[in-house]
């Protein structure tokens, strides 16, 4: 697989992914493997520990990880911490009682302390983002990188607990990577941007003032653009002769500036090109019509595509989004299979034998097009492998769908007409246009 080409139908200025090399991954399943090497790495940190993520909830897994910030900031590293104004509603007062006393600074991204933000239209795009940078230096060199990062699917919630049906007698099916190497540069600045650019969006007055007091504003005010254009820019440009070995891989962040469609492009880029099969798995399936034209088309010229989608439904109408679309992927030849031993929140996928990707985002119009996202894409047989073999033990426990499961007739007809509505209707309400 290249991978250099454009899909059919992108836009002339769509580019592959930046690919790094020498970088050394590790594939870690659910919050069960997470979590402890998020603490041992933040236990050894020695000048900085970045965190973002959606979700931080007050188990006794996720408190693991929040002592483990608070010892670090006790001992002079710089914590900082950002997260979702929405996910982590429910765990952010005490998550504020654990960190802010020990000196941790804890941002919130698109804050709902106040009822009247909810009718901002910006405010259904969320920071989604699961990322944590420990001792990385967002400007090192490229071809030496700094540092261990870590990103991936995986909220700061014990794997057995759900926000809305509480607790289960199995974890969830989740994935994260642990990341060293050049690659980790490019964590580090998404990152340090989405934490800077909610703590300004909270603190831009305090800011301002203590500019305008300050003996080399200047020098101040410049710091301050270099850290908002990291929002605004693209990765760290790769040295002309940075290594290609051992692992090849690229970090991808989608936002509402620069990246809106990345994640999106780099997956149809792959399965346009794809040889032989086709794996995703994705809790939250609806995807635009590029990305059903790329599935149908891989299928029909013999690729097996394969779809492990939620079979345990955490969300009616997230449910019937996707499966609204069985009929017109089955009759493509994609096969389905849906995931009911647990609940389903991974959002990885794999392509022939080189290519997979493990992330944040959905394949749904929320990832795709409004929310912060992040994934990793690598290119590495014995990785793709490890994440192959993981994805189909999931498979074999899944229900294979035969036929479609929803109302044959007029009814089905009004729920694809109402989930098609309702996604265009969100969508505009969101500020995006266009054909989804």
């Known amino acids: 697989m290249s991978g250099q080409g454009p899909p059919p139908g992108a836009s002339p200025a769509e580019e592959a992914p930046v690919l790094r090399g020498g970088n050394r991954l590790a594939l870690l399943r659910g919050g069960q493997m997470l979590f402890p090497a998020m603490v041992e790495a933040i236990g050894q940190a020695r000048h900085s520990v970045w965190v973002a993520s959606y979700i931080v909830h007050t188990d006794p897994a996720a408190e693991s990880v929040a002592q483990a910030l608070a010892a670090a900031a006790r001992r002079g590293v710089q914590v900082r911490v950002v997260v979702d104004g929405f996910g982590s509603l429910a765990g952010l007062p005490v998550w504020r009682r654990w960190l802010e006393p020990a000196g941790v600074a804890l941002a919130v991204f698109r804050p709902l302390d106040r009822w009247w933000r909810l ?36 909220n700061l919630i014990d794997d057995c607990h759900d926000l809305n049906h509480g607790w289960a007698s199995q974890p969830r099916l989740d994935f994260a990577v642990r990341v060293e190497g050049p690659l980790v540069a490019d964590i580090a600045q998404a990152v340090q941007a989405v934490w800077t650019r909610a703590a300004l969006g909270q603190e831009w007055r305090t800011e301002l003032s203590a500019l305008l007091r300050s003996n080399a504003p200047l020098n101040r005010l410049r710091g301050l653009a270099a850290a908002m254009r990291a929002a605004r820019g693209g990765p760290v440009p790769p040295a002309a002769d940075a290594p290609l070995a ?58 097996r595509v394969r779809l492990l989608l939620q079979g345990k439904v955490d969300y009616r109408l997230a449910a019937l989004a996707a499966r609204v679309l069985y009929d017109e992927l089955r009759g493509a030849g994609v096969e389905i299979h849906e995931y009911t031993p647990a609940w389903l929140h991974a959002k990885v996928a794999l392509v022939d034998d080189d290519w997979a990707t493990v992330g944040s985002s959905n394949i749904d119009p929320l990832s795709l097009l409004l929310n912060l996202e992040a994934n990793v894409v690598v290119r590495e047989p014995a990785f793709t492998d490890e994440l192959a073999r993981a994805c189909e033990a999931a498979i074999a426990e899944a229900t294979p769908v035969a036929r479609t499961p929803l109302q044959p007739g007029l009814r089905g007809l009004l729920q694809r007409g109402f989930v098609a509505w309702l996604a265009h209707w969100f969508l505009r309400v969101a500020g995006m246009s266009g054909r989804y």
Not at 133 to 147: T, Y
Not at 251 to 257: A, C, G, P, V, Y
Request: charged share 25%.
């Open 119 to 154: 009718l901002h239209p910006g405010q259904l795009r969320r920071l989604h983002q699961k990322l944590c940078v420990v001792d990385a230096d967002a400007d090192a060199d490229v071809r030496g990188g700094s540092g261990i990062g870590f990103v991936g699917g995986i």
């Open 246 to 303: 051992p692992v090849r891989a690229a970090f991808l962040m989608r936002d509402n500036l620069r990246r809106r469609r990345v994640i999106e492009q780099a997956y149809v880029r792959a399965i346009s090109q794809a040889r032989d099969r086709v794996l995703i798995v994705c809790p939250y399936f609806y995807p635009g019509q590029l990305f059903r034209r790329a599935l149908c088309r891989a299928a029909r010229r013999g690729v």
